[in-house]
């Protein structure tokens, strides 16, 4: 595994370039983001030359596409998914990730069953770029019951829905939050085989009941309950080779400085890893 950074939780890095260069500084070796205004602005030489130079991977992108609504906002997306797809493809990224919401207020069975058709049709399109699909599953309580139907919020009921959509590009993403708040075990982890999983974010939870944490209440790695050195253990036994990054959700901006967060994030990482058994590749 490497292991990287999404922008959330180390402030204003600046454009993708400068975030490249400050995150290769502090040692991590990739990054998550959308490449599109990065290969467009250096073209794919470049941009490869960039991440070349800097010894960084571009491992993840967002899913450009309202999937959520209305027939109009999702075809309107469609096309932002291909420049996106593209520009992925370009620089060597291989993975694409949209969440899943606990609870809705649509119908549940339509809804489901719109989903399906629109994400099989987006994992097709990003099939042919050599791109996955990772689909997320989000734990915390308090989203259960913020709209009006339950949903999905379990790694197993999104399992359900990637064999429903049956392409063989999608596979989860999984993020250490919602694996504590749903409750999961390493065994939940190791049990999976390593197509199954396509991306994974680390983050850490402050003490408290597990029902009360809230999503936007995220602590660094290394400075919360969640027990991280199981979370990657389990990773590594289940053959899982790709990033693992950084995502630290908060309900408001950091107020240190970007080195500060990056040496707060680096020495989180570290504190993990050591005491997994694990290091730096």
Not at 138 to 160: I, M, S
Request: proline fraction near 6%.
């Amino acid at each position: 595994m490497i292991y990287g950074l999404t922008r959330a939780g180390i402030g204003d890095a600046g454009s993708d370039e400068q975030f490249i260069e400050a995150a290769a500084e502090y040692g991590f070796r990739a990054i998550d983001g959308d490449p599109a205004e990065f290969v467009a602005r250096l073209g794919a030489e470049g941009a490869n030359a960039w991440l070349a130079k800097h010894n960084m991977a571009w491992s993840s992108c967002g899913l450009p596409v309202d999937w959520r609504t209305t027939d109009e906002a999702f075809r309107d997306g469609l096309t932002r998914l291909l420049e996106v797809a593209k520009a992925a493809a370009a620089i060597g990224c291989t993975s694409c990730c949209t969440y899943i919401l606990p609870a809705t207020d649509a119908l549940p069975a339509p809804f489901m069953a719109q989903a399906i058709k629109r994400l099989r049709l987006c994992a097709q399109m990003l099939g042919a770029y050599g791109i996955r699909l990772g689909l997320e599953y989000v734990g915390p309580h308090h989203l259960r019951t913020q709209w009006t139907h339950p949903f999905l919020w379990t790694q197993e009921a999104v399992l359900d829905v990637i064999d429903a959509i049956g392409e063989p590009n999608v596979g989860l993403l999984l993020d250490s939050y919602h694996w504590y708040t749903t409750g999961l075990q390493k065994e939940d982890i190791t049990r999976l085989r390593p197509e199954q999983i396509v991306h994974v974010h680390i983050n850490d939870a402050p003490p408290g009941p597990v029902e009360k944490v809230l999503d936007n209440d995220r602590v660094y790695p290394g400075e919360g309950v969640i027990d991280l050195p199981a979370f990657l253990q389990a990773l590594e036994q289940a053959g899982y080779q790709g990033a693992v990054t950084q995502e630290v959700l908060t309900k408001e901006p950091p107020k240190q400085t970007v080195q500060e967060l990056l040496t707060r994030s680096k020495a989180g990482i570290d504190k993990v890893l050591a005491a997994a058994g694990l290091s730096h590749r």
